[in-house]
């Protein structure tokens, strides 16, 4: 639970909260692993997940008004927290994001997250924040 808690509490969503907060969290958590050239997230699709990427790369495609034309290709690396702004929004998501390499990360639904932050005051309050930062 430790290592888990350290790599969501590296990241920009999290860094805030507890450890015992974040704890809590990654009991109700399982780890999944996507292999190299899975696509994790796909442009448009409703966001119902967002992704503390513990190990491995990926590729984060942003695209045009063209069906083929690419704006932005940015590569992510581990400790990082992936499509949170659409899912704590509730909106679909704007970019396509695909593993490089094998990627191992924490997906993080609504129903793992809402019981810490209804236990912990401290995280409801910083939750509240993302939601209006996000």
Request: charged letters at 20%.
């Amino acid at each position: 639970l430790s290592v888990m808690a350290t790599a969501m509490k590296s990241t920009h969503p999290f860094s805030e909260w507890s450890i015992e907060s974040l704890e809590s969290m990654c009991r109700l958590c399982h780890l999944t692993l996507f292999n190299n050239g899975d696509t994790i997230m796909q442009m448009g699709e409703a966001a119902s997940l967002a992704f503390i990427i513990i190990r491995g790369r990926v590729e984060i495609i942003t695209e045009g008004s063209g069906l083929t034309e690419i704006m932005e290709i940015k590569y992510i690396d581990q400790s990082s927290c992936i499509g949170y702004e659409e899912f704590f929004k509730k909106l679909d998501r704007k970019h396509t994001i695909s593993s490089l390499s094998p990627v191992l990360c924490i997906p993080l639904s609504r129903e793992i997250i809402l019981p810490t932050v209804m236990e912990f005051a401290n995280e409801r309050e910083l939750f509240k924040k993302l939601i209006i930062t996000a």
